[in-house]
């Protein structure tokens, strides 16, 4: 019986492993001071570096200079509450280039309570941001040419009231 309960055991913490490891964000599991403990497939392809250059090595070697307060000041903040914490960072890939990652965090405390140990997600939202940019940069020209326009320009809502009028 308590040789079918270890197996059992056994079976739901490989299982347990296996989703961990096969999730669709990037996973890190990192101390108080930023090295990192675990990391997932997926973490190892996003930051560009073998497993083994990884682990026991800070997350601050990973990220660009510019981010390491932003860095600090987030793990900071996870180990001082329970709240989950997110930031963006720039993060260095495998070629050196950057690409912009939402961190998010939490707290994990370990059998006495205390909290040594983070878990953390790391998203890769540089296409969102370029995308948010580019609307950025399409909505300023759209509102430069209705400004600019020596017609008048009148957009009615389904409504029937008026949306947008130039000058």
Request: charged share 30%; with cysteine; net charge negative.
């Amino acid at each position: 019986h308590e040789l079918r309960s270890r197996h059992e055991l056994e079976a739901e913490r490989d299982r347990v492993a296996d989703l961990y490891q096969l999730a669709p964000v990037a996973h890190l599991t990192l101390d108080r001071m930023g090295t990192v403990v675990e990391a997932t497939v997926l973490a190892v392809s996003l930051l560009g570096v073998d497993y083994g250059r990884l682990t026991r090595r800070r997350l601050h070697e990973r990220v660009v200079p510019a981010d390491w307060v932003t860095l600090s000041r987030h793990l900071t903040d996870v180990f001082a509450g329970a709240a989950r914490r997110t930031c963006d960072l720039g993060i260095l890939t495998a070629r050196d280039t950057a690409r912009l990652v939402r961190v998010s965090s939490v707290a994990v405390p370990d059998a006495g309570g205390e909290s040594t140990r983070c878990r953390t997600v790391l998203m890769d939202i540089t296409e969102h941001k370029q995308a948010e940019e580019g609307l950025k940069d399409s909505r300023a020209q759209f509102e430069s040419i209705v400004t600019s326009a020596l017609d008048a320009i009148v957009t009615v809502g389904g409504d029937g009231r008026m949306v947008l009028m130039n000058p």
